[in-house]
């Protein structure tokens, strides 16, 4: 007796029409000015250009540019487009002839050329680079701008031309027939003296094997080895006016009707694609593929569709039920799939139909957690309210009553000995072989709830429960002693590959694989490559792939990889991949004896054709798009430089040195997964190391030095396919004048002179002075007061003079210091340069004040830090300089030994104390007692190094720190104290 005789009879039973593919959609929302696609063609740069009545627009995967009559177009209907030997993109209008796109600029083709008055239907090339034009009233080529007629075929309309692979010319008239013309002469074929169905052509094309595809407003026509035969359709095509063809990368042959959808053949059987199918509407123009393999349909009214992943098929759409929640999933012993829903929905799949099951069986909304069909006539369905047999002619239930332990069965599993082992939310329980009663095993205090169970090649059972991993043998289960140390829980799914290798899948731990060979098991989670650890099935194929179901998608392991090398070898699967069902359902894997592996989801059914996948192995395109300044938008031919007419981009960039400052937009061209594109750039000269990979589609470079850069650019589409060789591009920073060889040498001659001759007119400034107040002294000793004034006067002369010669020698540093490549010499400079500027605002400030004997202590302090930071650059490294000292005047010898001791410890805490973060240096001084103080420096940074004596020993810097407090009459300490803390005893002379 078969099933369809039992009791539980069907109530529906819904055809694999049902069945759903991956299509996307972009309309007016997304950016395409119209929404009636006349035609689609890729150009050499894998962008898509789309014809529209509402003007012209490229795709590049994400955005639309489009093309208008503002743009130069001579109209915005059009009808058909040609990309040329030589990548220029003809255009042919509905009502304005003929223009071409050549460098972002349009040319256009009418009467004047020799045109006549109306639209273009179709544009080709023949073989030697000639363009040839379909038209109202006849066939024309363009020679020499200027287009002649073709006199030997009739001046009436056509829809299409063609030159075929042997130079022949194809011309599709509007009414009558096919016209082919070749070195022998000329034929037209009809419906009346061929097999042609229609005399009325709307399109032609050829295939790569050489046939040549006639479609006609009822049907098509294909002509091949010299013979012209009917195409056959399949039954049911009610309006068979075929508008399009195009083969895809599988060989198969596509043909888009214009109110029936798109039909597929691959040389055996059609597949009738329609709204039902997932496309927007049944209204097809054209149709084309990409290189990627992507189909692409031009819609009236819909916009444009793009048709790919077509190994994952959908069954979302299942009659009454929409979008169902499949939760139950197995398959009996003549391959059929069965299916079970999470609102108690039950069926299964025969002869291309899915059956229903009447849903009276259990209560309303009950949850079918999963199935086990013994046979077609016997079938046990594990729900949220026990457990229930459905055979011939009687439905048995096994509840709470019969003695379960819980009402939530997740799976039966039959034993050796004829009895069925069940997992249930109270832990195991054991159905006896004559049905007659149920004993629960009481181990559910340490197993929890038991999800999944498992017979492995060596007829042990596994038992995967929310306390982690045990076995069951003769009514008892123990614990995997191995395996508990992992501590892994939630186990709701177990597989096993043809090496004997079991895999336990932990929601929210992710995969543990264990062999009785290992001496551990190995865990495999986000720690060590794997995307997601919400595991919720695990099934392992037929050509040994090990597929995981997980809360968000699907992943491919290839377990070869995984026994030999010890790592993942991973492709996901996911909504840009074509799986569109979202979470995987518990145990919700399985494969019919075809190869077809199917998904239980949370939006319905998916099946997966692996004969169908293929990887994208073409690698993205990638265009520099734009180049901007100060990141903000750059008309580069307002500022008088040179543009690529095809990018807009600048030609031979040469930038002034405060212009240093660059964007790169930049795009990376991959029409299946134009977002999962990835790039890493450098700019050479700047950085030789590549950058990590990003899905950022810009780069900026601030305060770049004069020199001469590459930026150079590479992308990945979503298969990790990189371009082979990076795109490029050069410019150059000129250097401003005052950085240049000569005029450094220049003016350093012109510093020395300057030095050498104000020192010699100080010198005899200096004696005439002297003898000049040697006889003031002797004549006018009552002029005392003045004289002393006069002194002071020039001891500020002198402090200041001094201050300028040691300016002069800071500047001949800096000079210095941007010639120097080594790293040491620099810093040496850099340090030496501290202490001169610390001598220099000693003698700034003495000159500055009344007092020339003492100085301001907090302020000296202050003037020399300030110069670390402009020389170090600490704002814009984020570190803060705190300064605690109170107002205190001290001797000039003594204020330079403490200036010259805080340069050398806030020198050393910017340089070393701050790898890569944020920090704060503290100055304070506090008195200790009389005249005797305390000085720290203390930074917040990373400490001191373990082998900071050693270097004590050999810094210059600490060993001037160590001397100048000896000359103190005080010693330093260093600490590590959330930090460095420098610390300074010494005491002032009253």
Same mark, same amino acid.
């Given at each position: 007796?078969?099933?369809?005789?039992?009791?539980?009879?069907?109530?529906?039973?819904?055809?694999?029409?049902?069945?759903?593919?991956?299509?996307?959609?972009?309309?007016?929302?997304? %950016? +395409? !000015?119209?929404?009636? *696609?006349?035609? =689609?063609?890729? &150009?050499?740069? @894998?962008?898509? /250009?789309? #014809? $529209?009545?509402?003007?012209?627009?490229?795709?590049?995967?994400?955005?639309?540019?489009?093309?208008?009559?503002?743009?130069?177009?001579?109209?915005?209907?059009?009808?058909?487009?040609?990309?040329?030997?030589?990548?220029?993109?003809?255009?042919?209008?509905?009502?304005?002839?003929?223009?071409?796109?050549?460098?972002?600029?349009?040319?256009?083709?009418?009467?004047?050329? %020799? +045109? !006549?008055?109306?639209? *273009?239907?179709? =544009?080709?090339? &023949?073989?030697? @680079?000639?363009? /040839?034009? #379909? $038209?109202?009233?006849?066939?024309?080529?363009?020679?020499?701008?200027?287009?002649?007629?073709?006199?030997?075929?009739?001046?009436?309309?056509?829809?299409?031309?063609?030159?075929?692979?042997?130079?022949?010319?194809?011309?599709g008239s509007d009414w009558q027939g096919v016209y082919r013309i070749n070195a022998k002469g000329a034929n037209n074929y009809t419906s009346a003296n061929s097999t042609l169905p229609h005399n009325s052509i709307n399109v032609l094309n050829q295939s790569p094997d050489g046939t040549i595809w006639i479609g006609t407003a009822n049907g098509a026509a294909t002509f091949k080895l010299n013979k012209l035969e009917n195409f056959e359709l399949p039954p049911g095509i009610e309006s068979p006016n075929i508008r399009d063809f195009t083969t895809d990368n599988y060989g198969h042959q596509w043909l888009s009707l214009r109110l029936n959808g798109v039909l597929k053949y691959d040389g055996k059987?059609?597949?009738?694609?329609?709204?039902?199918?997932?496309?927007?509407?049944?209204?097809?123009?054209?149709?084309?593929?990409?290189?990627?393999?992507?189909?692409?349909?031009?819609?009236?009214?819909?916009?444009?569709?793009?048709?790919?992943?077509?190994?994952?098929?959908?069954?979302?759409?299942?009659?009454?039920?929409?979008?169902?929640?499949?939760?139950?999933?197995?398959?009996?012993?003549?391959?059929?799939?069965?299916?079970?829903?999470?609102?108690?929905?039950?069926?299964?799949?025969?002869?291309?139909?899915?059956?229903?099951?009447?849903?009276?069986?259990?209560?309303?909304?009950?949850?079918?957690?999963?199935?086990?069909?013994?046979?077609?006539?016997?079938?046990?369905?594990?729900?949220?309210?026990?457990?229930?047999?459905?055979?011939?002619?009687?439905?048995?239930?096994?509840?709470?009553?019969?003695?379960?332990?819980?009402?939530?069965?997740?799976?039966?599993?039959?034993?050796?000995?004829?009895?069925?082992?069940?997992?249930?939310?109270?832990?195991?329980?054991?159905?006896?072989?004559?049905?007659?009663?149920?004993?629960?095993?009481?181990?559910?205090?340490?197993?929890?709830?038991?999800?999944?169970?498992?017979?492995?090649?060596?007829?042990?059972?596994?038992?995967?429960?929310?306390?982690?991993?045990?076995?069951?043998?003769?009514?008892?289960?123990?614990?995997?002693?191995?395996?508990?140390?992992?501590?892994?829980?939630?186990?709701?799914?177990?597989?096993?590959?043809?090496?004997?290798?079991?895999?336990?899948?932990?929601?929210?731990?992710?995969?543990?694989?264990?062999?009785?060979?290992?001496?551990?098991?190995?865990?495999?989670?986000?720690?060590?490559?794997?995307?997601?650890?919400?595991?919720?099935?695990?099934?392992?194929?037929?050509?040994?792939?090990?597929?995981?179901?997980?809360?968000?998608?699907?992943?491919?392991?290839?377990?070869?990889?995984?026994?030999?090398?010890?790592?993942?070898?991973i492709r996901a699967y996911a909504n840009q991949e074509g799986f569109r069902g979202l979470e995987v359902s518990n145990k919700g894997i399985t494969q019919t004896p075809d190869g077809t592996v199917w998904f239980a989801t949370a939006k319905g059914l998916t099946m997966y054709l692996p004969d169908m996948d293929r990887r994208n192995q073409v690698y993205p395109n990638t265009l520099l798009t734009n180049i901007m300044l100060f990141q903000k938008p750059t008309d580069w031919e307002s500022m008088g430089y040179s543009t690529d007419s095809s990018t807009g981009l600048p030609v031979n960039l040469r930038l002034a040195h405060n212009r240093n400052h660059l964007t790169f937009d930049f795009?990376?061209?991959?029409?299946?997964?134009?977002?999962?594109?990835?790039?890493?750039?450098?700019?050479?000269?700047?950085?030789?190391?590549?950058?990590?990979?990003?899905?950022?589609?810009?780069?900026?470079?601030?305060?770049?030095?004069?020199?001469?850069?590459?930026?150079?650019?590479?992308?990945?589409?979503?298969?990790?396919?990189?371009?082979?060789?990076?795109?490029?591009?050069?410019?150059?920073?000129?250097?401003?004048?005052?950085?240049?060889?000569?005029?450094?040498?220049?003016?350093?001659?012109?510093?020395?002179?300057?030095?050498?001759?104000?020192?010699?007119?100080?010198?005899?400034s200096l004696v005439k002075l002297n003898t000049l107040l040697e006889q003031k002294v002797q004549h006018r000793t009552q002029l005392l007061e003045e004289k002393n004034r006069e002194k002071e006067i020039l001891l500020k002369e002198i402090h200041h003079r001094v201050k300028n010669n040691l300016q002069i020698i800071m500047s001949m540093l800096n000079l210095q210091t941007r010639r120097v490549q080594d790293l040491k010499a620099l810093e040496v400079m850099q340090s030496v340069r501290g202490r001169v500027r610390s001598m220099a605002i000693l003698h700034e400030r003495l000159y500055q004040h009344e007092d020339l004997a003492s100085i301001d202590l907090n302020a000296y302090i202050?003037?020399?830090?300030?110069?670390?930071?402009?020389?170090?650059?600490?704002?814009?490294?984020?570190?803060?300089?705190?300064?605690?000292?109170?107002?205190?005047?001290?001797?000039?010898?003594?204020?330079?030994?403490?200036?010259?001791?805080?340069?050398?410890?806030?020198?050393?805490?910017?340089?070393?104390?701050?790898?890569?973060?944020?920090?704060?240096?503290?100055?304070?001084?506090?008195?200790?007692?009389?005249?005797?103080?305390?000085?720290?420096?203390?930074?917040?940074?990373?400490?001191?190094?373990?082998?900071?004596?050693?270097?004590?020993?050999?810094?210059?810097?600490?060993?001037?720190?160590?001397?100048?407090?000896?000359?103190?009459?005080?010693?330093?300490?260093?600490?590590?104290?959330?930090?460095?803390?420098?610390?300074?005893?010494?005491?002032?002379?009253?």
């Amino acid at each position: 007796m078969r099933l369809l005789a039992l009791i539980f009879l069907l109530v529906v039973s819904l055809s694999l029409q049902a069945q759903q593919f991956n299509f996307r959609n972009w309309s007016l929302e997304q %950016g +395409l !000015p119209q929404s009636q *696609v006349n035609d =689609i063609l890729q &150009d050499h740069k @894998g962008q898509l /250009w789309v #014809a $529209t009545l509402g003007g012209l627009s490229r795709f590049d995967g994400s955005t639309f540019h489009t093309y208008t009559k503002r743009d130069g177009m001579s109209s915005n209907s059009i009808n058909c487009l040609l990309l040329d030997s030589r990548h220029r993109i003809w255009i042919g209008t509905t009502d304005q002839g003929l223009m071409l796109l050549s460098r972002n600029s349009f040319y256009v083709y009418d009467q004047k050329a %020799g +045109l !006549p008055l109306g639209g *273009v239907h179709s =544009i080709t090339e &023949d073989n030697e @680079g000639t363009i /040839w034009a #379909a $038209t109202d009233s006849g066939v024309y080529s363009l020679v020499k701008n200027k287009l002649a007629r073709r006199t030997d075929l009739p001046r009436i309309r056509y829809n299409d031309i063609l030159f075929s692979a042997t130079n022949e010319l194809w011309a599709g008239s509007d009414w009558q027939g096919v016209y082919r013309i070749n070195a022998k002469g000329a034929n037209n074929y009809t419906s009346a003296n061929s097999t042609l169905p229609h005399n009325s052509i709307n399109v032609l094309n050829q295939s790569p094997d050489g046939t040549i595809w006639i479609g006609t407003a009822n049907g098509a026509a294909t002509f091949k080895l010299n013979k012209l035969e009917n195409f056959e359709l399949p039954p049911g095509i009610e309006s068979p006016n075929i508008r399009d063809f195009t083969t895809d990368n599988y060989g198969h042959q596509w043909l888009s009707l214009r109110l029936n959808g798109v039909l597929k053949y691959d040389g055996k059987k059609f597949q009738h694609l329609t709204r039902y199918s997932g496309l927007r509407t049944d209204k097809v123009n054209c149709i084309t593929t990409d290189r990627e393999g992507n189909i692409w349909i031009g819609t009236s009214g819909q916009g444009l569709m793009q048709y790919r992943n077509p190994w994952f098929v959908h069954f979302f759409d299942m009659g009454e039920v929409k979008e169902p929640m499949i939760s139950a999933l197995a398959q009996d012993t003549r391959g059929r799939v069965w299916l079970g829903t999470d609102d108690g929905y039950a069926a299964f799949m025969e002869g291309g139909v899915l059956n229903w099951l009447q849903t009276d069986l259990w209560p309303k909304g009950t949850t079918l957690h999963g199935m086990w069909v013994a046979h077609e006539n016997d079938v046990w369905v594990c729900t949220s309210n026990g457990l229930y047999r459905l055979g011939p002619g009687k439905v048995a239930h096994y509840g709470i009553a019969q003695g379960l332990p819980s009402a939530e069965v997740y799976q039966a599993m039959p034993l050796q000995n004829g009895k069925l082992l069940l997992a249930t939310a109270a832990g195991l329980a054991i159905l006896s072989p004559d049905q007659q009663g149920i004993k629960p095993l009481h181990a559910s205090k340490f197993t929890g709830k038991v999800y999944a169970l498992h017979r492995d090649s060596n007829g042990r059972v596994w038992v995967g429960a929310e306390k982690g991993v045990f076995r069951y043998e003769n009514n008892t289960v123990t614990a995997v002693n191995d395996l508990e140390e992992q501590g892994f829980r939630e186990i709701l799914t177990i597989a096993e590959d043809e090496s004997g290798t079991l895999y336990f899948g932990g929601f929210n731990y992710g995969i543990m694989a264990w062999h009785d060979k290992w001496k551990a098991p190995k865990v495999f989670s986000a720690r060590n490559g794997l995307p997601n650890e919400g595991i919720k099935s695990l099934f392992v194929d037929n050509t040994n792939h090990l597929w995981v179901g997980t809360s968000r998608g699907v992943l491919k392991v290839q377990l070869d990889q995984l026994h030999t090398r010890g790592r993942l070898s991973i492709r996901a699967y996911a909504n840009q991949e074509g799986f569109r069902g979202l979470e995987v359902s518990n145990k919700g894997i399985t494969q019919t004896p075809d190869g077809t592996v199917w998904f239980a989801t949370a939006k319905g059914l998916t099946m997966y054709l692996p004969d169908m996948d293929r990887r994208n192995q073409v690698y993205p395109n990638t265009l520099l798009t734009n180049i901007m300044l100060f990141q903000k938008p750059t008309d580069w031919e307002s500022m008088g430089y040179s543009t690529d007419s095809s990018t807009g981009l600048p030609v031979n960039l040469r930038l002034a040195h405060n212009r240093n400052h660059l964007t790169f937009d930049f795009h990376g061209i991959s029409l299946t997964a134009p977002d999962r594109v990835r790039y890493r750039y450098r700019l050479k000269g700047h950085d030789d190391h590549w950058s990590a990979v990003t899905d950022y589609s810009f780069a900026t470079y601030a305060s770049l030095d004069p020199g001469t850069y590459t930026f150079e650019l590479l992308a990945a589409n979503s298969d990790g396919y990189w371009t082979p060789s990076p795109l490029s591009y050069t410019f150059t920073i000129v250097p401003p004048v005052w950085r240049r060889e000569w005029f450094i040498v220049l003016l350093v001659l012109l510093a020395t002179g300057a030095t050498i001759s104000v020192v010699r007119l100080r010198e005899r400034s200096l004696v005439k002075l002297n003898t000049l107040l040697e006889q003031k002294v002797q004549h006018r000793t009552q002029l005392l007061e003045e004289k002393n004034r006069e002194k002071e006067i020039l001891l500020k002369e002198i402090h200041h003079r001094v201050k300028n010669n040691l300016q002069i020698i800071m500047s001949m540093l800096n000079l210095q210091t941007r010639r120097v490549q080594d790293l040491k010499a620099l810093e040496v400079m850099q340090s030496v340069r501290g202490r001169v500027r610390s001598m220099a605002i000693l003698h700034e400030r003495l000159y500055q004040h009344e007092d020339l004997a003492s100085i301001d202590l907090n302020a000296y302090i202050e003037a020399i830090c300030e110069g670390l930071g402009a020389t170090y650059g600490i704002r814009e490294r984020h570190i803060k300089i705190k300064i605690a000292i109170p107002t205190i005047m001290v001797e000039a010898d003594t204020a330079l030994s403490l200036g010259l001791i805080v340069n050398e410890l806030v020198s050393n805490s910017i340089k070393y104390a701050f790898p890569n973060r944020y920090g704060q240096i503290a100055i304070y001084l506090k008195p200790e007692q009389e005249n005797a103080y305390t000085l720290t420096v203390h930074d917040d940074g990373i400490g001191l190094p373990p082998d900071f004596e050693e270097r004590r020993k050999k810094s210059f810097g600490l060993q001037l720190v160590s001397s100048l407090a000896k000359k103190l009459g005080g010693n330093i300490e260093f600490q590590n104290n959330n930090g460095t803390k420098s610390i300074l005893h010494f005491v002032l002379a009253s």
